[in-house]
């Protein structure tokens, strides 16, 4: 790195950490200026702000969906539910507190189980990746 | 709870919560933990405490937030003895 760029990049870092002084400065003024009301601000933790809901991207192609083998070795699709059904602000999609998805029937090919997830059952495909996390979170599975 | 040099941070654990007070916020709190007690008592107190006049205003301030700490879950309303 040449001395031009470090010095820079300490620039930088001086603006940044004068800019968080400067922020943190003015959250301790709010609360020390105005003792003659009481105030309070509350910090959310994230984790529990996690724990209420259980947000997942719709994936389009049933190609790219997760699925789940029957005994016969069959690609089932996994036809996640929003909960609630209407969520205008979508997507993200939130599964809810208790996430549950369906399971396609294995006699179909996969496009026709994607259409009847989406259009039959209001559901939405979702990657293998959002798939195993949701596992962690205690996904229930039923059959479409 | 913790103090910064007159600004307090108090955790709720149920909540998953950490709330900032300036202190009459906290002192809010720790006369409500003593004893239950009517809006107007708590502003003179507070008022006393303070060196502020326990006016109109005052009042109504104060009653704000105690909506707020009980919208948090961090006070209760009690019902007077009849």
Known sequence: MSEKKTQQSVASDMEKDG???ASQLKRRRLLKSTVAIPVIMTLHSGAAL????????????????????????????????????????APPYDLGMSPQALLGPADKSLEDQAAYCKNVKGGILISATAFTSLQGKGLGLGML | MVDWDGEFTVFQPAAGKTHFLNEMGLHILILLDRAPTTLEHLCQLLAERFSLLSDESFMQQIQQTLHRFEALGLVASANPPQ
């Open chain 1, 50 to 89: 996690a724990r209420t809901s259980n947000l997942v991207g719709a994936v389009v192609d049933s190609g790219d969906a997760a699925t789940v083998p029957n005994a016969q070795g069959q690609a089932q699709i996994v036809c996640a539910i929003p909960d609630p059904a209407d969520q205008p602000n």
């Open chain 1, 19 to 21: 800019l968080a002084v």
